[in-house]
């Protein structure tokens, strides 16, 4: 599921949504004028924002199966740490996956969009 970004007040702080609109070990993805974003929830209740590319392939990361804080790419199983954006294993050192900085304000959840 694609969520609409609305317009907000804040240049830095783009509202995504609600948090319970992320599944727990889920993800959403969020499309925005530089490429699509991936909002993750770990089941631990916290919540991550990578841009939703593989540095392997560019699978989508938010059709991954996420597990702890880390995320399987959906193309190849590569193992992406949702803390850093970093491949995990063997595939280490191998690419980053750029983060966006994350916001949770009254339960809703804020990503930081750059250009």
């Keep these: 599921m694609t969520l609409a970004l609305p317009i ?21 993805r969020v499309a925005t004028p530089n490429g699509d974003v991936a909002v993750f929830r770990t089941g631990d209740d916290l919540i991550f924002a990578l841009r939703d590319e593989c ?5 989508p990361l938010s059709q991954g199966m996420v597990s702890g804080h880390a995320v399987a790419c959906p193309l190849h199983s590569w193992m992406i ?13 191998k690419g980053c996956t750029p983060r966006a900085p994350v916001l949770i304000k009254a339960g809703r959840v804020f990503v930081a969009l750059s250009d």
């Design 8 to 28: 907000t007040s804040d240049p830095y702080w783009t509202e995504v949504g609600d948090i319970q609109d992320i599944p727990l070990r889920g993800a959403r």
């Design 55 to 59: 540095p392997h392939r560019k699978g």
């Design 81 to 93: 740490d949702l803390r850093t954006g970093q491949p995990l294993g063997a595939d280490a050192g």
